[in-house]
């Protein structure tokens, strides 16, 4: 299939059906149409929505003739009439005819080559026409409707500038956007900005003329008229020049990368070319076929068009040999040249592009010829086919908005920004004051708390002692009125300083330790929310309505698709163990695919009916569509399911178990849906807990299912497709292993070859672990930062996999217990409770105090709880090791989810599958004696500032020491350790030593006098699971510096 990433399309009506998206009328046949190609809502790929030509360009705005796919393939006339188009919407610019003058007349003194680059020749040089003339001479001039200014109807739309709401009668002034997949679809929208924003950011936009040409101008008051003229005068001539290059984008002549060959020729080829297609066009498509056949050129599949373009393209310029990498098709491409379609692997998509592809003769068939006057006639003669090259524009500059969005790019200087306001003012006084303190970037809200700047009121107001006036008094809120507060805010006053200095009330005195206060909190929320609107804002409309979640009705272990609406009365087909069903996925960062398949052969709960539920579309979006179709027979039902599933992957189902990928074909995932979710563990229980009421708060925090679904919800896991903790074991080893091809690709040497196995190594990572990249393309993986990350996440769903399938393990105890406690029987751990007042705790929390690093200073810790824990068999595993000298207390720190697995399993070296990378000396368990150091990896955030670490004995005995990192397969003989070495360490003068010996490195940190390291503090890492012991557990509040101003 053809890879076009154009973001428009002009061809001929195939028939009379189409619609103008425009008008809304019909598209007559053979009729030139346009098509602004968007996201298809029903399947993972573009669609066209078609125009009449004036439709089109009432509505669209594409930079250049390369943005138009399958241009180079219409008439030539019709190319002209494109090209004559795009020449006058580029003569349209923000400023008249004098300002470029002017500028022509300067550049033109200095290079006029630059003239040309810059600008284009032939939309500049020459007279303006009559039109252009005679709007001047009368004194009137033409709106710029690509940009608007009014009054916001709504305080709804934020400023593209500073992120902010714009407050409901305002002015505001929109650029028109065509550019983005928005802008394309509704054929332009206004991304509105604040009018200071504007001011700051007109050259940015594009905006360069007065700003009496802003559509809408003369519809606002006298007033806000003058003042836009003086804060939008028409910028200088100098700078016109210096940006007209950044805001209009380049002309239509740079952007063509070569243009070596003359219109007469390209118009000699066009019109040989459409010779041969209209007659092509009164053959029946049979003998169309096989003369493509004959030629041993591949049949399109797409559409009969398709067929003629390429026959026409052939009967030419000579049959095209195919790709000399992988054997695939070559098809031609507007602007672009000759593109393979065929694939160098089963991962990989060819992405062979050649201008002057190799070619043979064109052969007609004897029985053809015989019969046939025109192809008598025929002859082939092989040629290259003449075409200009040119960069597609539409495409980066839609990506630039897409990632734009959401992002502060202007930060305006507001009195009252993050101050709340109550006030006793009603009616239409009420209804200006909330304007106007929005305005200045406050919020009127109608309580009256401890969270409140100042309280609007008349002075009368004091005496007459209302509700809201106690409640200020009782609260040492001041009283301030309105008009002479905002007279002086008019004037540059400091507004904290106002509400002191004109407090009408006896009582306050404390406003700025309040205000302040109140301001830190709402910039941490702001912060908080502003990172989830980025996220949300840059989102197109096919992700913001995805369910976070899809409840699952098991019938036999196995989920019935809701989306089937069989649920209630029918469950998926089982024939000897084998279960009728598949997920399948593909993703491809080639062609932006992020593609999803489900197929299920449902078999009725009372009767002999069978239906065949199919489901597809793009992950973590809406996008796509389902279809549940009921059958004669069990028979007919199977076959159905069969040809689908070797529509998809291009496998036989019978040989399902000995699956081969397929080239651009899916793969199945690997689902264990298991049984349903496990039981809430505050679910209500006539049994009541034995354990004690922080141990039960520990393991809610181990078992928390919300936050399972965060962390993957991080890392961009799909948990539609991939249920929290149902992929397989068996799939993500494969995924470690692929990470491990791909780390040893990363470090290749071999540049040539090393971006295709890298793409083709991603392609098989995304399709084995499904990821939600909305409708953006996948990300490649070609760096070790973003190796590790997934590494990491990999490690993460292997940790939450365990914990999971604890959760939903029976057993025969579980109905005489509390949920809690039978999650904790399964942790096979005694864990026990430490109090305040305890020896033990104590020395825990100095450990705590004196070792946070001072480089690790974004946050403080404090202790919630300590555990004293005792694992399964630990003891007895670790007795060999009590001989050793040299035992410490060190830190060992995790996601929390990480938790339920090490405790119930160890803690656990990365499987063999996983590549060596992110690892200071190479896969093991790694230990600090500073707590920051392992604090650091409990991964605690502003929104959960929860971590837990352990504290275990580690035999340390003889160690070998390192300066430097090293990847370490074995230990030199007579050591049982290693160290990494740090310029900082716990003063060992201070280290305590508690029962048989076991060192606690509770030191203040001192220099180790070891500069030559590379490591700021000591690590320790281990290779096997035999060294170490768990001792404690601790529950740490994580207060990151922004956050210690709520009160904790």
Known sequence: MEIDESPYRAEYAKSGRSKCKGCKEGIEKDHLRLAVMIQSPMFDGKQPNWYHFNCFFAKQRPKTVADIGHFDSIRWDDQQKIKTKLDSEQCDKSFDFTIVSQVVSNILLNDPLILMTLIGVKSLIGTPDPVSTKKKSTGKKKENANFNVEYAKSGRAVCCGCQDKIVKEDIRIG????????????????????????????????????????????????????????????????????????????????????????????????????????????????????????????????????????LSDLLTFGNLLPCDECGGQLVFRSSIGYQ????????????????????????????????????????????????????????????????D???????????????????????????????KVAKFG???????????????????????KSVKIKEAESLEIEVVEPSSFFDAIDKGGNAIELIVKQNLAPWGGKAKERIERRQKELELDYKNKSNLKSKISGKSMYEKSVPTSVKLTLKGGIAVEPQSALEHKAHVYKQNNEVWNANLCLSDVLTGKNSYYKLQLLESDNNNRYWVFRSWGRIGTTIGGFKTIEHDSLQEAKQSFEFYYEDQTGNAWRNRNHFVKMPGKKVPVETDYGQDAAKALDSISNIPSKLPETVQRLIRLLFDVESMKKVMYEFEL????????????????????????????????????????????????????????GIKTPQLIDSKEILNAKLEMIGSLMEIQIAYSMMDKKTSEDSMLHPLDTHYMKLNCVIDELHSDMNEFNIIQQYIINTHAETHSSYSLSVKDVFKVVRSGEEKRFKPFKKLHNRKLLWHGSRITNFAAILSQGLRIAPKEAPVTGYMFGKGIYFADMVSKSANYCMASHGNNTGLLLLCEVALGNMVEYKASEYIEKLPPGKHSCMGIGRTKPDPDQSLFIEDKIEVPLGKPISSNINDTTLLYNEYPFFLHLEFNFSYFIDLCIFFKCMLYNNY
């Open 405 to 435: 969005k959401g992002l502060v790019k202007v930060t305006r200087i507001l009195p009252l920004k993050n101050m709340e306001f109550t006030t006793l003012l009603k009616g239409s006084e009420l209804k200006q004051l909330k304007l």
């Open 718 to 773: 799909d948990l539609q497709k991939m249920p929290l903790g149902k992929l397989s074991r068996n799939q993500l080893q494969q995924a470690y292993a692929t990470l491990n091809e791909l780390n040893s690709m990363i470090d290749s040497c071999d540049e040539k070859n090393k971006r295709d196995k890298v793409i083709m190594v991603t392609n098989k990572f995304y399709t084995l672990i499904p990821h939600d990249f």
């Open 340 to 403: 393979c379609l065929g694939y160098k692997n089963e991962w990989l998509k060819c992405q062979k592009v050649m201008a002057e592809p190799r070619r043979v003769e064109f052969k007609i068939p004897t029985h053809i010829l015989e019969n046939d006057d025109f192809f008598k006639k025929y002859k082939c003669k092989i040629q290259n086919r003449l075409f200009e090259k040119s960069d597609i524009t539409s495409i980066k500059q839609s990506s630039t908005i897409q990632n």
């Open 442 to 464: 406050g919020t009127i809200v109608s309580q009256c708390t401890n969270n409140i700047a100042a309280v609007f009121a008349n002075p009368d107001s004091i005496m007459k």
């Open 175 to 310: 650029k028109m956007d065509y550019d983005s997949d928005e802008g394309r679809r509704f054929g332009g929208i206004n991304r509105w900005h604040h009018l200071e924003c504007f001011v700051k950011l007109r050259q940015d936009l594009g905006f360069l003329d007065l700003a009496s040409s802003l559509s809408g101008f003369l519809s606002l008051k006298e007033v806000d008229r003058t003042n836009l003229k003086n804060l939008l005068p028409r910028m200088t001539t100098t700078t016109v020049a210096a940006n007209l290059d950044e805001t209009d984008g380049p002309s239509s002549s740079k952007k063509i990368k070569s243009n070596t060959h003359s219109d007469l020729e390209i118009k000699k080829q066009n019109k040989l070319i459409f010779k041969y297609r209209d007659y092509l066009k009164s053959y029946p498509v049979k003998v169309c076929k096989e003369l493509l056949e004959y030629n041993k050129q591949e049949i399109p599949e797409s559409n009969h068009g398709a067929i003629y373009d390429r």
